[in-house]
């Protein structure tokens, strides 16, 4: 279990450092070899052709970056299936082998780049710069000389090419053409962008895509070189034939047998294959060290806060000082509690459930919905700050807490997924503010006050260290199937490990002003948010308006009088109406009012603690729904 954990890990750090030296190879081969200058091929639009059309790249799985859909598709910005159709492949999910044929679609458009340039014709894909690629490794590299640097350069002309920041968005003009509206003799439908190989001719290619010598010259012209790119035209896609067996990743030892049938040069590859395989194996044997290096780095970093209860721990319990290999070896156990508590998720299973991060599958912010055999979860999609969260969620299980199911870590991307429970229900926020809230009776707005009180009352006062939670506000309390409220996002949760102090981070109409003012972290900031949150439950208000006006601002004003009576006469004008509909006593509402305006305190020592108002919350119920006659309880007479 353990160990294929550790896998799960550690893959995608090998292909990473494979991938620099697989860089520095080129790298120095860069200057020896005749570059391709080929900086387009020219279109134009008019009624002979029908640009923009549907074509069709041929691509190579390689080794080690691109063998799988998921990462060939995010290259291309098209979804696994779109290549799994058109390629032949039953399962997209499955891993490809080295060399494996693929055929990505493209939507090829004539485009001006200026009136002195003219047009050429390209794919427009975008893809965003790494850390030390350059657009020429790009071109040759990942996108296999399907486009030049010179071409990239052309689409690009505000770009610097030596100057390129990382994340920075670059137009990658993948060639492509579009046939001619033709003479009676042939219709060919498509054009196959492919990229020529040393080993093929021209008979070799027409054969292979079931196209003729004749109409690939046509289009190409006689004198093309090995690496150039070509355009085959076709009538039908030809229906690739893929290797049957489809190893798991990753390709320790499969490549041998799929390269053979090249007769003399079979030797010579067997050796460079057999040296590559056992380069392969030192860079595993290296990876898995720095691996350990890493992560155990990182997991110092983890328990730095729980050495705070070691006693309790029972795993660092009573083994400290024995050195630093017992060290390490407790700290590799903490990792293992922590991470054994939930299930480290795929990539891939991931995209599949919300089809490659669709926008149909989006909650909110960056949060989608997902099902996993049969199960339906939350995946909130974070860069590597997840640790913060993680971390917290490990510490926290309480029922009226969103919990953290699993997550998975996408190295390639540098991304982390927390896999959370769903909740059926959505935020309070759309309930209170959006579509349903004549289904909020007063009896389920206190059962969901009381619900969020209880579980800060968790995160307060029985984790150690004490957790704060810093951004409560209705739009992060989740409500499930029986109406029962779970806090979710701990995002920024006691943030700031490495990050700069001071930092504000919250929601505007929810931010303690002390915090604002002064970055003072304390729980009594979730204690003010909370207040923030019961007048919106009271008032059906938001905690912010169009015109930016803070309701705890205006709450403080309008309930600033010492006369009760006059207080509940602006309290009945102030009430959320869908309240007014019910049956529910005054003195339950003016008591959660109360409440709410205590947690408001400017001062917040003077704020109540979460304990006390657990308690009042649940007098409030208590009184809430005794039927006393005693005049002010029924509808009518609360209405004004
Ligand atoms: C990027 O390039 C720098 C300097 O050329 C080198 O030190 C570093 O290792 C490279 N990193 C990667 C990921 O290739
Ligand atoms: C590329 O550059 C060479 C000279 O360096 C020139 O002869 C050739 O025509 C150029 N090819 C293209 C496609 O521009
Ligand atoms: C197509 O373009 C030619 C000139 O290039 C023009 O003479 C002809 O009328 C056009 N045909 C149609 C159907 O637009
Ligand atoms: C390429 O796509 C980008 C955004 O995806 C767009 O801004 C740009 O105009 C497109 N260029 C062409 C030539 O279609
Ligand atoms: C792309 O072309 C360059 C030569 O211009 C060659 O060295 C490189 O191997 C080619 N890339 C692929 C993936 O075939
Ligand atoms: C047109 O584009 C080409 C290629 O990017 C560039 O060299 C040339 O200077 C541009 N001309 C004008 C007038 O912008
Ligand atoms: C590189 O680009 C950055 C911003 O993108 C700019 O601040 C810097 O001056 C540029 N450097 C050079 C040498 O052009
Ligand atoms: C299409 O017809 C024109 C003249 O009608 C001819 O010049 C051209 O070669 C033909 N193209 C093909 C692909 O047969
Ligand atoms: C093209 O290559 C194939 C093998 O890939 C070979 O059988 C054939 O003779 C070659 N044809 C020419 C014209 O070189
Ligand atoms: C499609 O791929 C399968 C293997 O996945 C292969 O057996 C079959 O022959 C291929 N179809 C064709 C028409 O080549």
């Not at 004749?214 to 035209?233: A, W």
């Not at 657990?614 to 005049?631: M, P, Q, R």
Request: hydrophobic share 35%.
């Amino acid at each position: 279990m353990q160990s294929t954990k550790s896998h799960h890990i550690s893959i995608p750090l090998i292909f990473y450092l494979i991938t620099i030296l697989h860089h520095q190879v080129h790298h120095s081969h860069a200057q020896t070899e005749t570059q391709n200058n080929n900086t387009g091929y020219t279109c134009s639009n008019t009624n002979q052709t029908n640009y923009p059309c549907q074509a069709y790249a041929f691509y190579r799985a390689t080794s080690p970056d691109f063998l799988d859909l998921a990462s060939i598709g995010d290259l291309f910005s098209v979804s696994r299936l779109m290549i799994s159709n058109p390629s032949n492949i039953s399962s997209p999910s499955s891993s490809l082998v080295p060399d494996q044929p693929l055929f990505i679609p493209l939507t090829c458009g004539c485009n001006t780049i200026n009136n002195t340039f003219g047009a050429i014709s390209y794919a427009n894909i975008s893809y965003n710069i790494k850390l030390n690629d350059t657009f020429f490794l790009v071109s040759t590299i990942n996108y296999q000389n399907l486009t030049t640097f010179p071409s990239v350069e052309v689409v690009n002309p505000s770009l610097v090419p030596t100057n390129l920041t990382i994340g920075e968005s670059v137009i990658f003009p993948i060639f492509c053409k579009c046939p001619e509206k033709n003479n009676m003799t042939q219709v060919n439908n498509y054009m196959i962008s492919y990229v020529v190989q040393p080993s093929d001719n021209i008979s070799s290619i027409a054969s292979r895509f079931g196209s003729q010598e004749q109409s690939i010259r046509d289009v190409n012209g006689n004198d093309f070189q090995v690496y150039d790119p070509i355009f085959v035209p076709v009538t039908q896609l030809p229906i690739l034939s893929q290797p049957s067996v489809v190893p798991s990743p990753p390709p320790t030892t499969t490549p041998t047998s799929e390269n053979s049938n090249d007769d003399r040069t079979g030797t010579v590859r067997g050796l460079a294959i057999g040296l590559g395989v056992t380069g392969f194996l030192l860079i595993l044997v290296t990876g898995l060290w720095v691996y350990r290096e890493v992560l155990l780095k990182d997991r110092v970093w983890l328990v730095r806060d729980e050495e705070e209860q070691k006693k309790q721990n029972m795993y660092m319990g009573g083994k400290e000082g024995k050195g630093n290999k017992q060290r390490d070896l407790n700290l590799m156990a903490n990792v293992s509690d922590c991470l054994d508590k939930y299930r480290v998720f795929g990539i891939d299973e991931l995209l599949e459930a919300t089809d490659g991060f669709d926008e149909s599958c989006l909650i909110q912010g960056s949060v989608y919905k997902g099902e996993i055999d049969g199960e339906v979860y939350a995946i909130k999609k974070m860069k590597w700050n997840a640790y913060e969260e993680l971390k917290i969620l490990q510490k926290v299980n309480h029922g009226n807490m969103v919990k953290l199911e699993g997550f998975c870590i996408d190295e390639e991307e540098t991304n982390c997924y927390l896999v959370y429970e769903y909740v059926e229900n959505g935020s309070l926020y759309s309930w209170l503010h959006e579509d349903h809230k004549e289904n909020l009776n007063w009896k389920t707005r206190l059962r969901i006050a009381i619900d969020i009180a209880n579980g800060l009352q968790y995160i307060h006062e029985h984790t150690r260290p004490r957790v704060v939670h810093k951004d409560i506000k209705s739009s992060n309390i989740l409500l499930d199937s029986n109406m029962r409220a779970k806090i979710a996002n701990f995002g920024l949760a006691k943030s700031g490990m490495n990050a700069i102090t001071m930092h504000i981070v919250g929601t505007q109409g929810y931010i303690a002003p002390e915090y604002l003012a002064d970055g003072v972290v304390s729980t009594k900031m979730d204690v003010f948010s909370f207040g923030v949150v019961l007048l919106e439950l009271v008032s059906g208000k938001e905690a912010i308006d169009e015109k930016g006006n803070l309701l705890w601002v205006s709450a403080l004003k309008t309930f600033e009088v010492d006369d009760e009576q006059e207080k509940g006469r602006r309290l009945k004008e102030w009430l959320d109406k869908e309240i007014l509909r019910e049956t529910c006593s005054m003195e339950s509402l003016m008591g959660v009012l109360d409440i709410g305006i205590a947690c408001l305190n400017k001062e917040p020592s003077k704020r109540p603690s979460i304990m006390d108002i657990v308690y009042a919350l649940c007098k409030s119920e208590y009184t809430g729904f005794d039927i006393s006659y005693d005049g002010i309880d029924s509808p009518g007479v609360i209405a004004r």
